[in-house]
């Protein structure tokens, strides 16, 4: 039996959060913001990620505040992200799932047109049916994205499609559209922060991927 994978970007395929903790603490530094530990990140993140500058703020951002950390941000980031690799057999497992017959796609909040490169350039885009990153505003989380994602893709079937990510939103972005969620601890939340979604969580994306299958059969 066939099972459609969508796979998340950061924090699952790609193991970028030592890149995200450092923009971060770098943004932090040019807005007077004090550093966070990677244990506190994984505590208090969340998305829409104006919810978590909250927690660490004790207000929401005003629109200005939050373009202005938006950029900065990003800024740091993608310097950084060039250092970052996939994660541990991503590849492998992508391409053994290819292999066997089994599609995949990927869809994530980073931005459409840096997405495709990076993707490219790790050597597994071939592996994906579809690639979507985000294409407007990075102040709202995955569900409507997800769907226009689903939505996009021809022959699948929803009852044996599964989301693997890494964040609380993805398990509430499949919920939303439909389908099913197993979440990985690699990434950017505890795994107390996962478990609180009521769907799998697991600390490889073999056992990921496992999980998948069974929740589709």
């Known amino acids: 039996m066939r099972t459609h994978l969508v796979w998340d970007w950061n924090g699952t395929l790609f193991h970028d959060i030592h890149a995200v903790i450092e923009a971060t603490n770098a943004s932090f530094t040019e807005l007077g913001l004090p550093p966070i530990t990677l244990e506190r990140y994984r505590e208090l993140y969340c998305v829409p990620v104006p919810r978590f500058y909250e927690r ?35 590849a492998e497992l992508l391409a053994q799932r290819r292999a066997a017959g089994q599609t995949q796609s990927l869809c994530s909040l980073a931005p459409h047109e840096q997405l495709l490169p990076i993707v490219r350039s790790h050597g597994i885009a071939d592996h994906f049916v579809r690639i979507d990153g985000r294409t407007g505003p990075s102040d709202s989380g995955k569900a409507a994205h997800m769907v226009r994602h689903l939505g996009a893709l021809q022959g699948i079937d929803p009852a044996r499609t599964v989301v693997i990510g890494d964040a609380v939103d993805d398990a509430v972005a499949a919920r939303h559209a439909g389908v099913r969620a197993v979440l990985y601890t690699g990434g950017s939340h505890s795994r107390a922060s996962l478990e609180a979604a009521g769907v799998p969580v697991v600390d490889s994306l073999a056992e990921a991927v496992a999980a998948a299958d069974e929740l589709a059969a």
């Open 56 to 90: 660490l703020m004790g207000r929401l951002p005003t629109a200005e505040e939050w373009e202005i950390m938006d950029e900065t941000f990003h800024r740091h980031y993608w310097v950084r992200a060039e250092e970052a690799a996939l994660a541990d057999g991503a």
